[in-house]
């Protein structure tokens, strides 16, 4: 990986506007690629979903690069109003989740706070000509004026991607769905919300099952939320969600209808040493992934990085410090509302490496084998392509290096929260404000 010999990143193409004044709804609020890695979608605060599509020469040229053009883009959701509840539900994409492939389309489901849809993206290069009951521009003819009957004949035309939604799933939420996951099975899926995860059938929306429910009778007895929800890439029965005390449970959806009672329960305990005010608030989980292999999985909290070994869960088997030069700053962070940011964290393809945002634009790989790390920053003004990325420092005390950058003059507003590392090649996606950086290892 960067940093020791192995991998050099370098920039391969930077997507979005380069100006400063950015408007709320052009912010990326996830990125995913597609189970091949040729598709990579985005979805924004302003309720569009970006598909970009692997060049094919960048994909079979030696060595191969990995170029994105725009694909489709079509507006997902609308900004809502819920009258009984008197309340505004945003247009902002929270998840975009793609099925695997079965024809020529593709289909993917999207979600923002209360309603998920399940999309069809397809391409159509042909269109027919010479309709007998209506004219070339689509206008109908008097029967009466058809005297002859025409053979209507295929004809090529430009090539046109159409996105349409097929299936809307509204609702079966009453809070905010934070997570979407499709099962292996591909009939199924699960959505979750701060205090319910729900099954459903993919070609049914009238219906969905309560799979977990930790809501209370009593509100006021409410101690944790569900915070991310995620099926095993193979198991189809099994799926986690993580909370906001820090721990993520593990269920088996053989064992009974209602999995509210967990098959196993990871969780470290707290280091009494590190406890202060901040402790509950740091260690919520902000996200969780299985890795490829279906036998570790990650899970992200506001300073670290952690591997756990699904067949053992009294504590991880790795732990990587993202950004522990923070745990000095928490009050600050705590009054500008950054310690609620929610990181999310992603595997390489084989596994082997895992990738986390931070703040100032910088991002977190760590590689398992060799346990070296590297920082890296998505930054406009040095991203053009072919430029090798170098690793940044950050200093706490004392003297800086000529290289470092001060905890002092990190920028919180710049913040990475979402990246994707494509299923078998090291291309990597990372979202920073409005702009998506991909980068790829320097052959």
């Known amino acids: 990986m960067a940093g020791n010999g192995d991998i050099q ?13 950015v408007t709320e709804a052009d912010i990326i609020s996830c990125v995913e690629f597609n189970h091949d890695g040729d598709l990579l979608a985005t979805g924004d605060k302003g309720g569009r979903v970006v598909i970009f599509q692997r060049d094919p020469i960048s ?3 030696i060595p191969r690069r990995g170029e994105y053009n725009v694909y489709s883009t079509f507006q997902s959701h609308e900004p809502e109003f819920d009258y009984l509840k008197s309340l505004e539900i945003e247009e902002k994409i929270n998840k975009i989740r793609w099925l695997k492939r079965k024809n020529q389309a593709h289909f993917l489901l999207s979600t923002n706070d209360k309603t998920i849809k399940l999309w069809k993206v397809s391409e159509r290069d042909k269109r027919v000509e010479g309709y007998n009951t209506k004219e070339e521009n689509g206008q109908v003819r008097d029967p009466t004026n058809v005297t002859a009957l025409r053979v209507p004949v295929i004809k090529p035309m430009e090539l046109m991607v159409e996105a349409s939604p097929r299936r809307i799933f509204a609702n079966a939420h009453t809070y905010h769905i934070n997570s979407i996951s499709v099962n292996s099975d591909q009939e199924t899926y699960l959505s979750a919300d701060d205090l319910r995860i729900n099954l459903w059938h993919l070609e049914i929306t009238d219906q969905s099952f309560n799979i977990v429910d930790i809501k209370p009778s009593n509100m006021e007895e409410l101690t944790e939320v569900i915070t991310a929800a995620e099926f095993h890439p193979q198991e189809c029965n099994l799926f986690v969600y993580s909370s906001s005390k820090g721990t993520i449970r593990l269920c088996d959806m053989r064992q009974a209808a209602l999995c509210d009672r967990h098959s196993k329960l990871f969780e470290e305990p707290e280091d009494p040493t590190n406890r202060s005010f901040f402790s509950e608030i740091i260690s919520s989980i902000s996200d969780v992934k299985i890795s490829n292999s279906g036998r570790y999985m990650i899970s992200r909290d506001y300073l670290s990085v952690k591997v756990w070994d699904l067949h053992m869960e009294t504590k991880p088997i790795e732990s990587f410090p993202v950004h522990e030069y923070l745990r000095s700053k928490l009050c600050s962070l705590y009054e500008n509302d950054c310690i609620f940011d929610k990181f999310e964290c992603c595997w390489s393809g ?8 931070s703040y100032n634009n910088f991002f977190r790989m760590f590689d398992r084998g060799t346990k070296r790390d590297v920082t890296l920053e998505a930054a406009k003004e040095i991203a053009k392509p072919k430029t090798v990325l170098k690793p940044r420092k950050v200093c706490t005390g004392g003297k800086r290096k000529k290289d470092e950058i001060s905890v002092d003059c990190l920028d919180f507003n710049k913040k990475i929260l979402h990246t994707a590392w494509h299923p078998s090649e090291n291309i990597i996606a ?4 409005n702009n998506l950086f991909l980068l790829q290892d320097k052959l």
Request: charged letters at 20%.
């Open 430 to 433: 990372v979202a920073a404000t």
């Open 9 to 21: 990143w370098c920039f391969s193409q930077v997507k979005g506007t380069l100006d400063d004044d």
């Open 350 to 357: 084989n596994d082997s490496c895992i990738m986390t945002g």
């Open 59 to 61: 994909k079979n040229c």
